[in-house]
């Protein structure tokens, strides 16, 4: 399952590297052809191994194609849909280079139905994001979550 994923990911890695962007075209992702078997990788991934024991490379990697799906959102969809687990990658996510990965997560937090301080620690940092994107996001997901 890990192995799945991670050659699915270097596969849309090797693609990218090739792909010829056109500057200012932001969605430059959506032309990659085969992101449904990363998605079943990820969901997979997702649904059978905490987070915690994902070595290095994997959440690095599932960090980096989240950042990637940031048009479609289908790995955030999933995610949510496994509140321990986005709440485990959001503790990694918040120091991440990639703003579309911590924009989704941010939003991602916002839209669990779970609350607890640490959720709500974790959201507060994304509030604090040196991207004016991420703050947005995490700005709305903060006053659908703990403004009631």
């Excluded at 994997?58 to 194609?65: G, H, P, V």
């Amino acid at each position: 399952m890990e192995k799945e994923f991670m050659e699915q990911v270097n596969e849309f890695r090797r693609w990218a590297s090739k792909h010829t962007r056109t500057a200012g075209a932001g969605e430059w992702e959506t032309e990659y052809h085969h992101w449904e078997p990363i998605y079943q990788a990820a969901a997979e991934l997702v649904a059978r191994i905490p987070v915690c024991d994902w070595d290095h490379d994997i959440l690095d990697n599932f960090l980096y194609i989240l950042a990637r799906d940031n048009e479609c959102e289908n790995i955030l969809e999933l995610l949510i849909q496994y509140p321990a687990q986005l709440t485990a990658i959001a503790r990694h996510a918040v120091a991440y280079e990639d703003p579309d990965t911590r924009w989704q997560i941010a939003f991602g937090l916002g839209e669990i139905n779970t609350k607890s301080q640490e959720i709500k620690n974790l959201s507060s940092q994304f509030l604090l994001d040196g991207n004016e994107y991420v703050r947005r996001r995490a700005s709305m997901a903060w006053e659908k979550k703990w403004s009631e």
